[in-house]
């Protein structure tokens, strides 16, 4: 009977241990992006997601490298955003601001036809900063 209990027991402690641990199972890498290399794009917010797992932003601008034209922004997650001071209300379609990004290690278009980045910093039309808008630094979807 006591060899039942254990069993049990273990069986609690694994199936506990492995619900702790879904998120990470769940999470993906940001290795696609070029941490080494930083992309200023001048440009206008055209879509801003505040959804999880990870906010996104649509900007239609002019790149300092690579192409110009509409490129999507994978961000962190809003709970980690907000302890870097953003808000939900921190873009809107239609607010020119400066990007920073890092791109794509292999340059693709998108299947909507846009370029892909990883968010580092921006700019915003009030001339306010968020992240790091000095060029340098490679962004985290965490």
Known sequence: MR???????????????????FPVWAHHST?????????????????????????????????????DGIWTVEMTAPNSLMQQGWKRTSLKVGDRVVMFVNPLKNAITLNDGSQGGLYVGVVLADGSILGQADGAGAGTAN
């Open 31 to 67: 290795a696609a992006f070029d941490n080494e290399k930083v992309i200023k794009i001048e440009g206008t917010i055209t879509q801003f997601r505040w959804t999880n797992p990870h906010a996104s932003i649509k900007l239609d601008g002019n790149a300092s490298t690579g192409p």
């Open 3 to 21: 060899t039942n209990n254990f069993k049990r027991y273990l069986i609690n402690i694994f199936a506990f241990t492995s619900l702790l641990s």
